[in-house]
Nanobody, 125 residues
């Protein structure tokens, strides 16, 4: 059974940090690009960051550049999103997604085939 499972969300104060994890089972992430997306109530799902199969390509939404870092550990079949200097507007459900690809990554949600169920991130005093 192919699954993506997010973890690491929670409640943090503004300026705090969280590290989200996206763990895959049922397939290997070696040949997949991974994207992180988020969706706040009443808003469209938007791309946050993405990474190519070997980590050679990374992309970030302008609003998170310099604060968020995406990385992957293919040996652990896991992708991470390190989030620093968190702001209240970063509050959302965060999803990871995967698509088979080679040397490619995109923040376009429509290209991804597999999705996790999301993890809640809340930034509040």
């Amino acid at each position: 059974q192919l699954q993506l499972v997010e973890s690491g969300g929670g409640l943090v104060q503004p300026g705090g940090s969280l590290r989200l994890s996206c763990a895959a089972s049922g397939f290997t992430l070696d040949y997949y690009a991974i994207g992180w997306f988020r969706q706040a109530p009443g808003k469209e799902r938007e791309g946050v960051s993405c990474i190519s199969d070997n980590g050679g390509i990374t992309k970030y939404a302008n609003s998170v550049k310099g604060r968020f870092t995406i990385s992957r550990d293919n040996a652990k079949n896991t992708v991470y999103l390190q989030m620093n200097s968190l702001k209240p507007e970063n509050t959302a459900v965060y999803f990871c997604a995967a698509v088979r690809s080679y040397a490619y990554a995109s923040l376009d949600r429509w290209i991804y085939d597999y999705w996790g169920q999301g993890t809640q991130v809340t930034v509040s005093p």
